[in-house]
């Protein structure tokens, strides 16, 4: 962190330098959990965290960073993608219950667990 004295001599702490980084990790953690939305688990955490920092990055400015906006807009969108996903997978499987993918993950399902008895 850097510091700079007033005309009074005393240290003040440059806030533009920890809400620049803030906002550039809200980004890059915004884009991760867009791109890690097929994972389903993953982009839950990091899209919070990533929602986190772009609201801290703020501070005390009127204004909110860029970096921040555009990483809380990814993070968003990833949780949202990540639960359409999911929702999908879940009326597919409701749905097709008969289908050979089924009869295949419930055959290795079995064959899995018979050989631990």
Do not use: H
Not at 8 to 37: C, H, M, R, W, Y
Not at 56 to 85: E, H, R, Y
Request: proline share 4%; glycine share 6%; with cysteine.
């Amino acid at each position: 962190m850097e510091y700079y004295y007033q005309q009074d001599k005393q240290p003040v702490q440059n806030e533009t330098t920890s809400s620049g980084s803030l906002a550039v990790a809200s980004l890059i953690l915004g884009i991760t959990a867009f791109i890690s939305a097929c994972c389903i688990i993953a982009p839950i955490p990091i899209g919070a965290i990533s929602i986190i920092l772009g609201i801290l990055s703020k501070g005390n400015d009127k204004k909110m960073p860029v970096n921040s906006k555009i990483g809380i807009a990814f993070s968003i969108a990833g949780l949202f993608l990540a639960i359409a996903i999911t929702i999908y997978a879940i009326v597919w499987f409701v749905q097709n219950p008969d289908s050979e993918f089924m009869r295949q993950l419930m055959e290795s399902y079995y064959e899995g667990y018979e050989s631990t008895y």
